[in-house]
Antibody, heavy 116, light 110 residues
Framework: QVQLQESGPGLVKPSETLSLTCSVSGASINNYYWSWIRQPPGKGLEWIGCIYFNGDASYNPALKSRVSMSIDTSKTHFSVTLTSVSAADTAVYYC??????????WGRGTLVTVSS | QSALTQPAHMSGSPGQSITISCTGTSSDVGAYNLVSWYRQHPGTAPKVLIYEDNKRPSGISNRFSGSKSGNTASLTISGLRAEDEADYHCSSYAGGKTVVFGGGTKLTVL
């Protein structure tokens, strides 16, 4: 049973950079897509992007200029960075396994608040 | 790439069947057999109910079924139960290795 755990700061200042890491246990990071998905308070889900184990990444066109993802297969974790954040980026951020076909496994999510 | 359209709220009584729609375009829902449906209870992560339009993962009740017609996908829940009260989200592959979600539907079981 794969387990995913998000980690990172819960508070980020406007215009700064948000960085989160997802630790993967119980499964190999190889041969899967790994995703980041966020959910603003009281709103629906928004796909941020995904990264394949070989490092090939795809991003939401609306966020593409500000987002990047990386993956460390030897340490079984992957990360997301979002630059120039604003209050609109306040959300629960989920890391997950899967992407295009379906997202089968989700982390518990971590709330990131953008505020000065 | 615009969000898929779902009704914001729906309600039903125990035992009834209910169908939630998810409308996209010919570039996402209508182009690929890659619609997924998720259920999310308050304060928890979503859980996949349906993938590839109409397939159920192991362990998901056959009370949940998925279908699609043109640019609109649907999730039908039969024999509504109290535990079905939750938010339901659809998603679709949108080409270029990107995914788009719907705005979510809050289902109330009366």
């Amino acid at each position: 049973q794969v387990q995913l755990q998000e980690s990172g700061p819960g508070l980020v200042k406007p215009s700064e950079t948000l960085s989160l890491t997802c630790s993967v246990s119980g499964a190999s990071i190889n041969n899967y897509y790994w995703s980041w998905i966020r959910q603003p308070p009281g709103k629906g889900l928004e796909w941020i992007g995904c990264i394949y184990f070989n490092g090939d990444a795809s991003y939401n066109p609306a966020l593409k200029s500000r987002v990047s993802m990386s993956i460390d297969t030897s340490k079984t974790h992957f990360s997301v960075t979002l630059t120039s954040v604003s209050a609109a980026d306040t959300a629960v951020y989920y890391c997950a396994r899967g992407s295009i076909t379906a997202v089968a496994d989700w982390g518990r999510g971590t709330l990131v608040t953008v505020s000065s | 790439q615009s969000a898929l359209t779902q009704p914001a709220h729906m309600s039903g009584s125990p035992g009834q069947s209910i169908t939630i729609s998810c409308t996209g375009t010919s570039s996402d829902v209508g182009a690929y057999n890659l619609v997924s449906w998720y259920r999310q209870h308050p304060g928890t992560a979503p859980k996949v109910l349906i993938y590839e339009d109409n397939k159920r993962p192991s362990g998901i009740s056959n009370r949940f079924s998925g279908s699609k017609s043109g640019n609109t996908a649907s999730l039908t829940i039969s024999g509504l139960r109290a535990e079905d009260e939750a938010d339901y989200h659809c998603s679709s592959y949108a080409g270029g290795k990107t995914v788009v979600f719907g705005g979510g539907t809050k289902l109330t079981v009366l």
